[in-house]
């Protein structure tokens, strides 16, 4: 179990699992792109998580919740949760367990007003 952003907005925010401070993410980074960076369970709280990625203001962007078997991973198959939100200034994706898909384009680029801090 571990958890994944990847900021591709212009704004600095914030990973909160729980109510607790996971990590600062700089716009353009990606925290769980690769192996080395995700965020294992053991710096985690006790599952279920309810993980929030937060403007610097605090305003909740997107959020996931993860319960106790939501990822599983088989020989030829893999399954976890992921959400995203498209803004005006970029995309947020939230996730556990196998990568998040490039999904779908960006259907709406975001309203006026969205990426305020």
């Known amino acids: 179990m571990s958890l994944a952003v990847n900021n591709q907005t212009t704004l600095t925010l914030s990973l909160i699992v729980n109510n607790m401070l996971i990590a600062s993410l700089d716009p353009g980074t990606c925290l769980g792109c690769t192996d080395d960076s995700v965020v294992p369970a053991s710096l985690l709280p ?8 937060r403007s610097p203001s605090g305003r909740v962007l997107v959020s996931l919740s993860v319960q106790a078997g939501d990822v599983d991973y088989e020989a030829t198959s893999a399954k976890g949760d992921a959400n995203r939100v498209n803004l005006s200034c970029g995309q947020i994706d939230l996730w556990s367990g196998p990568p998040a898909a490039g999904g779908p384009a960006i259907v709406s680029p975001g309203s006026p007003g969205d990426c305020r801090p």
């Open 46 to 53: 006790p599952l279920p998580w309810r993980a929030e990625v």
